[in-house]
């Protein structure tokens, strides 16, 4: 996959809207430990930002997914990676079933808002013993006449404490794990904003992304009408890991921005004098920092060639469950070596480097740990029993 001049305007675009509206306020933001997503996501909506590979009909761009990838490219430079990580859940893992699989109804409900920057939204499939393991779930959707009654509670969930609606992965029968299964938009406000009945929001302190608000949400009898599931009933896991191909590659783009941090680590080191010259002109130093962009640009082709075949129409289940595993830990590598080359400086709170050795760790557990993507692997390969 190659970038045309429309994909480089369009993240040219998206690095000025970062300079502007964005970094200037991050360290605000990561003070607080939440940065205004209603109000980003209504400048970003306005732009066309969060609907670029939506249908035209609901208020998107209409473009296929390299356009999307390109974007969370370009929102990796975000100096807060909290900051782009709830962007890619509105653009880029809460809306992709619904704009699929939704009803017309349900899109104009929930979707054209979501693109339009005016609600926030979340997806909730991770529970307290059903992380990576989405099979396990227990959160449950009871069919009572024209609605869903659904009790049970969602962990980590992003964009958690601010969401409008999350679209939730729940049993709705007792059939088979990766068969009883459905999407059900399920709105966590009512229409003058207050938290809707039977939930209750907890919000969660973490190591890093400090600048997201994580949450815990607990579900007591909420009830929903059945015409807010999404697509058909039983089908929820198979539409789920097709959003997640689209999550697990929008993540592993927006790790390719830790070039920067090379490159402003680099900078440092010239300046760094010990022992009478740069600290940069130390061989290892050099060979270290050659080997770690050598990596992110194999990292980049690898995101690009599963892009050019996801928009082919390919499962990139594969390809996209390598590119997570390979950019969560090469974003630790990164930030770790990064820090370590800059010392006791590189140490502190304040440093650009220790946000991202804080952020980027999240890269290897969030989203499907690494081990499950290398299980996802080995049964792609043929060396698992695929029941197993």
């Known amino acids: 996959m190659i970038y045309t001049p429309e994909h480089h305007e369009l993240m040219a675009s998206i690095r000025r809207f970062v300079s502007a509206e964005i970094d200037p306020f991050v360290d605000e933001w990561e003070a607080a430990e939440i940065f205004p997503a209603h109000e980003v996501f209504r400048k970003m909506g306005q732009l066309g930002f969060l609907g670029i590979t ?8 209409g473009l296929d997914f390299s356009y999307a990838l390109a974007a969370a490219e370009a929102i990796g430079y975000v100096k807060a990676q909290g900051v782009g990580m709830g962007i890619g859940v509105q653009a880029n893992m809460a809306t992709p079933a619904l704009a699929s699989f939704g009803s017309d109804e349900l899109k104009r409900e929930f979707l054209a808002p979501a693109i339009a920057g005016e609600v926030v939204c979340s997806i909730g499939v991770s529970e307290q013993g059903a992380g ?18 659904i009790s049970g509670s969602k962990m980590w969930i992003t964009n958690g404490t601010q969401a409008d609606w999350i679209c939730l992965l729940c049993n709705t029968s007792d059939g088979p794990s990766h068969k009883n299964k459905s999407l059900i938009i399920v709105p966590l406000k009512d229409a003058a904003g207050r938290r809707a009945k039977g939930i209750e929001v907890q919000k969660i302190k973490k190591f890093g992304m400090w600048s997201s608000d994580t949450a815990q949400i607990f579900f007591d009898e909420v009830r929903v009408p059945v015409r807010h599931r999404i697509g058909e009933e039983g089908m929820g896991f198979i539409y789920q890991m097709k959003q997640f ?23 440092y080191l010239r300046q760094r004098v010990a022992f009478g010259k740069p600290l940069l002109d130390n061989q290892f130093i050099q060979y270290k920092l050659a080997e770690l962009k050598t990596e992110i640009e194999a990292l980049r082709g690898l995101i690009y060639m599963a892009t050019h075949a996801f928009v082919q129409g390919q499962d990139v289940t594969e390809l996209a469950s390598m590119a997570k595993l390979k950019a969560g830990r090469l974003g630790r590598d990164v930030a770790d070596w990064c820090m370590q080359f800059q010392g006791g400086m590189g140490y502190t709170w304040d440093n650009r480097v220790s946000r991202a050795y804080r952020d980027y760790r999240l890269g290897s557990i969030g989203g499907g740990a690494d081990e499950v993507m290398l299980m996802v692997i080995a049964r792609k390969m043929g060396l698992m029993d695929p029941a197993a």
């Open 245 to 267: 191909q689209e999550e697990r590659l929008d993540g592993a783009a927006r790790r390719l921005a830790s070039i920067e941090l090379i490159e402003e680590t680099a900078d």
């Open 54 to 61: 939506k249908p035209e009909a609901y208020g998107g761009m």
């Open 132 to 149: 990576s393991d989405v099979s396990s779930l227990k959160t449950r959707a009871r069919r009572d006449g024209d609605d869903y009654v």
